[in-house]
């Protein structure tokens, strides 16, 4: 049965600021101004794979 730890539960609170973040800044919410989103696109693409090598690995490293 796989664990759900501390390096996954970190993985997803940051996968979710990430969507928080885009939303936020790209949709113009809470009266800041609107971001383009093609400019955070690189961006979010290299942390979401980061994140996922991050996922991978620590699947690898079960008890």
Known sequence: MPRFGVVNAIACVLRGQLIAMTLIDSLGWFGVAPVSFTGR???????????????????????
Do not use: C, K, N, R
């Open 41 to 63: 696109l690189s961006g979010l693409l290299v942390l979401g794979l980061g994140i996922y090598l991050v996922l991978i690995a620590s699947a690898g490293q079960a008890l």
